[in-house]
């Protein structure tokens, strides 16, 4: 066999398909000791605790809130949360469904607020006439509420809460 092998390559090219088998069997019996289940359960799986490949019953998603009541701001940098439906509102490089409403030249019709100045600016500071790029996606920044349970606890507390009270 090996005399059919022009130029002796085969034994360079056996020993390396040799490694690699060689490799990979202790990647898999290392694999298989660290799942023998002996050792503790460290890190919850992601999957949950059902059989990943089960039929599962998905929960059922949480309701944004619509409300259209505009909600104070935690901290006075925050993106206003958007406090109306905004489903099937197209918002792509052609289109800009909240642009329609949010835009200053069509804020008096639509009665809604005027996207803030900063939304002008670009990233060097000079203001345009119109939205800027860095602003265009606004769902990068604004989201709705929903009516979800808080996966945590959360201990925010407004900065009022500090300091000296009067
Ligand atoms: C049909 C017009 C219309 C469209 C389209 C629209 N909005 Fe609005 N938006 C309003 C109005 C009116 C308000 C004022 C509160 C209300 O009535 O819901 C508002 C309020 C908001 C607020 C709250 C502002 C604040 O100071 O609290 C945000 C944020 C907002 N919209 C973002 C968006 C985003 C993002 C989109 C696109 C996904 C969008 N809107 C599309 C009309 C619109
Ligand atoms: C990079 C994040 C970011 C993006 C993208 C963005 N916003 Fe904002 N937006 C903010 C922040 C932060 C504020 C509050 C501070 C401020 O005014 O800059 C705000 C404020 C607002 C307000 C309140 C203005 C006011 O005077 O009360 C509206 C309305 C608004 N954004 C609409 C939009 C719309 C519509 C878009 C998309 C065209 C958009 N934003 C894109 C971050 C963003």
Redesign the pocket.
């Given at each position: 066999m090996r005399g059919q092998d022009p130029g002796g390559l085969n034994t360079t090219r056996r020993s390396t398909v040799l490694g690699a088998v060689a490799a990979a069997l202790v990647v898999i019996s290392f694999g298989a000791l660290s799942q023998d289940g002996a050792s503790p359960k460290i890190v919850p799986r992601l999957t949950g605790d059902e059989p990943p490949m089960a039929d599962h019953r998905i929960p059922p998603l949480d309701r944004p809130v619509v409300d259209d009541i505009r909600r104070m701001r935690n901290y006075p940098?925050?993106?206003?949360i958007i406090p109306h439906a905004i489903d099937g509102y197209q918002l792509t490089i052609n289109t800009?469904r909240?642009?329609d409403c949010?835009k200053r030249e069509f804020t008096e019709g639509s009665g809604a607020?005027?996207?803030?100045v900063?939304?002008f600016q670009d990233r060097d500071g000079q203001v345009l006439s119109d939205?800027t790029p860095?602003?265009?996606?606004?769902t990068?920044?604004?989201v709705q509420q929903t009516d979800a349970r808080p996966l945590v606890p959360n201990t925010f507390q407004d900065a009022n809460a500090f300091g000296r009270k009067r």
């Open positions: 940098e925050q993106p206003p800009n909240c642009l949010h607020p005027m996207i803030s900063t939304h939205v860095r602003r265009y996606f606004c990068a920044c604004h």
